[in-house]
C-alpha cells in the first residue's frame, strides 16, 4: 500500500475513535438514564439452584439496575420493564381482605380501627400525656403545610407507635409491643445498623449526597426470634413523588432490607421476605408501600399519599396508619413449608 493511503487509513482509524469517544461521552448519561426503562432479555441460569438463590438472583439484579438509575423518581410503567409489578390498593383497616388485593398475595393483616380504639391511654405516662395534652404544637400545625417537613410528619407517627402508652386491662404499653413487634432505630453507632441494611445494599446517592441518604432512614419494627421474617420501616424524602411514580430511594432501601434479612443467619430458611414501609414526604403527607418477591418479580402494593397537615385530615389518617403497622404477620415466608 502506497505510503499516502496508508497514512490516510490511519488518519481515518483515529478520527473516527476520537469522535466516537466525545460522542460516547455526550450521551453516556442519557444511556444511563434510560437503562432501567429498556427491556432487560438476559435471563439468569438458575438450574440447581434453591428458591431462595433465584429470588437473591433476582433481587440483587434490581438492586443494580436502581443503581443506575440517575432519577430520583422511577415511573411505575418502567418499573413493570424490569420486573416490579406495582398495583394501587386502598387502606382498608376494618376489613378482613382489602379491595383490588388478592387475599393470598398478602402478608400483613391490619390491626382493625375498632380494636384500637378499645385501648385507652395511659395519662400516668408522661409521653402519652404529652403526646395527648400538647397535640397540635407537635404537629406543626402553626405552620402553614408548605414548611411542614417529612420528619415533622414521620417523628409524630413514629411517637404514636413506638412511644405513646396504651392501657389494657392493668397494664400498659406502646401499640407496637401490644401488637407482638419489637422496635428499633435503623442506626448503629452513627450508622445503618447492618442487621437491618447491610453496607453493600446501602442506597448510592443520586440527586442527594451521602448525608442526605443517612437522614431517609429512622425507626424498624421486625419480629426476630419468633420465625416470622416481616419487617417494617419509615424513610424521609424531601420530594413529593408525582403521579404514578416510586421513589428511587423507596425501592432500592425495598429490595436492600430484603437481601439482608435473606443472609441473616436467623432467616436461613425463608425465601420470601415481606416488607412494609411508612414513605413520608413534604407538606407532612405520607403512604404506605407493602412489598414481597412472587417468582420473578418484585409486588409492590402502593396507597395514595394520607394528609396530615391538619387535625380533620388526621383523624383519618393516623388510626389507618397505626393499624397497619400493627398488623399482624400472615402469609408463608418458608419454603420447607410451601
Given at each position: 500500500?502506497?505510503?499516502?493511503e496508508t497514512?490516510?487509513?490511519?488518519?481515518?482509524f483515529f478520527?473516527?475513535?476520537?469522535i466516537?469517544?466525545?460522542v460516547?461521552?455526550?450521551?453516556?448519561?442519557?444511556?444511563?438514564?434510560?437503562?432501567?426503562?429498556?427491556?432487560?432479555?438476559?435471563?439468569?441460569?438458575?438450574?440447581?439452584?434453591?428458591?431462595?438463590?433465584?429470588?437473591?438472583?433476582?433481587?440483587?439484579?434490581?438492586?443494580?439496575?436502581?443503581?443506575?438509575e440517575?432519577?430520583?423518581?422511577?415511573?411505575?410503567?418502567?418499573?413493570?420493564?424490569?420486573?416490579?409489578?406495582?398495583?394501587?390498593?386502598?387502606?382498608h383497616?376494618?376489613?378482613?381482605?382489602?379491595?383490588?388485593?388478592?387475599?393470598?398475595?398478602?402478608?400483613?393483616?391490619?390491626?382493625?380501627?375498632?380494636?384500637i380504639?378499645?385501648?385507652?391511654?395511659?395519662?400516668?405516662?408522661?409521653?402519652?400525656?404529652?403526646?395527648?395534652?400538647?397535640?397540635?404544637?407537635?404537629?406543626f400545625?402553626?405552620?402553614?403545610?408548605?414548611?411542614?417537613?417529612?420528619?415533622?410528619?414521620c417523628?409524630?407517627?413514629?411517637?404514636?407507635f413506638t412511644?405513646?402508652?396504651w392501657?389494657?386491662?392493668?397494664?400498659?404499653?406502646?401499640?407496637a409491643k401490644?401488637?407482638?413487634?419489637?422496635?428499633?432505630?435503623?442506626?448503629?453507632?452513627?450508622?445503618l445498623d447492618?442487621?437491618?441494611?447491610?453496607?453493600?445494599?446501602?442506597?448510592?446517592?443520586?440527586?442527594?449526597?451521602d448525608?442526605?441518604?443517612?437522614?431517609?432512614?429512622?425507626?424498624?419494627?421486625?419480629?426476630?426470634?419468633d420465625?416470622?421474617?416481616?419487617?417494617g420501616?419509615?424513610?424521609?424524602?424531601?420530594?413529593?413523588?408525582?403521579?404514578?411514580?416510586?421513589?428511587?430511594?423507596?425501592?432500592?432501601?425495598?429490595?436492600?432490607?430484603?437481601?439482608?434479612?435473606?443472609?441473616?443467619?436467623?432467616f436461613?430458611?425463608?425465601?420470601?421476605?415481606?416488607?412494609?414501609?411508612?414513605?413520608?414526604?413534604?407538606?407532612?403527607?405520607?403512604?404506605?408501600l407493602?412489598?414481597?418477591?412472587?417468582?420473578?418479580?418484585l409486588?409492590?402494593?402502593?396507597?395514595?399519599?394520607?394528609?396530615?397537615?391538619?387535625?380533620k385530615?388526621?383523624?383519618?389518617?393516623?388510626?389507618?396508619?397505626?393499624?397497619?403497622?400493627?398488623?399482624?404477620?400472615?402469609?408463608?415466608?418458608?419454603?420447607?413449608?410451601?
Amino acid at each position: 500500500m502506497p505510503v499516502a493511503e496508508t497514512l490516510f487509513c490511519i488518519a481515518t482509524f483515529f478520527g473516527q475513535t476520537i469522535i466516537s469517544g466525545i460522542v460516547g461521552n455526550l450521551i453516556a448519561p442519557y444511556v444511563r438514564f434510560h437503562k432501567m426503562g429498556s427491556s432487560d432479555k438476559t435471563t439468569p441460569n438458575t438450574s440447581g439452584l434453591s428458591p431462595k438463590d433465584v429470588n437473591q438472583l433476582h433481587l440483587r439484579r434490581l438492586f443494580r439496575l436502581l443503581d443506575q438509575e440517575l432519577s430520583d423518581q422511577v415511573a411505575v410503567s418502567v418499573c413493570k420493564k424490569v420486573g416490579i409489578t406495582v398495583k394501587d390498593f386502598a387502606l382498608h383497616a376494618d376489613l378482613g381482605t382489602r379491595k383490588g388485593v388478592s387475599k393470598g398475595h398478602l402478608f400483613f393483616k391490619p390491626l382493625s380501627k375498632s380494636r384500637i380504639g378499645r385501648y385507652a391511654f395511659d395519662m400516668h405516662d408522661k409521653t402519652t400525656k404529652l403526646l395527648v395534652q400538647e397535640g397540635k404544637k407537635l404537629w406543626f400545625d402553626d405552620k402553614p403545610p408548605n414548611e411542614q417537613t417529612a420528619y415533622d410528619c414521620c417523628t409524630i407517627i413514629e411517637a404514636h407507635f413506638t412511644g405513646m402508652k396504651w392501657k389494657k386491662g392493668k397494664y400498659s404499653c406502646t401499640l407496637a409491643k401490644l401488637s407482638g413487634w419489637k422496635t428499633s432505630g435503623m442506626f448503629s453507632n452513627g450508622r445503618l445498623d447492618p442487621e437491618i441494611l447491610r453496607g453493600k445494599y446501602r442506597p448510592s446517592s443520586s440527586v442527594d449526597d451521602d448525608e442526605g441518604w443517612n437522614g431517609a432512614f429512622s425507626y424498624c419494627w421486625d419480629r426476630v426470634g419468633d420465625g416470622q421474617a416481616h419487617i417494617g420501616f419509615t424513610m424521609c424524602h424531601e420530594t413529593t413523588p408525582a403521579k404514578d411514580t416510586l421513589q428511587r430511594r423507596e425501592l432500592m432501601a425495598i429490595v436492600g432490607v430484603m437481601l439482608t434479612r435473606m443472609k441473616s443467619p436467623y432467616f436461613e430458611e425463608h425465601h420470601v421476605i415481606p416488607v412494609i414501609l411508612v414513605s413520608c414526604f413534604n407538606e407532612c403527607k405520607a403512604r404506605i408501600l407493602q412489598a414481597h418477591l412472587r417468582e420473578t418479580h418484585l409486588v409492590i402494593y402502593k396507597s395514595r399519599l394520607y394528609d396530615f397537615s391538619n387535625p380533620k385530615n388526621r383523624e383519618e389518617s393516623l388510626p389507618l396508619f397505626l393499624a397497619y403497622m400493627s398488623s399482624e404477620s400472615v402469609g408463608t415466608t418458608n419454603f420447607n413449608r410451601s
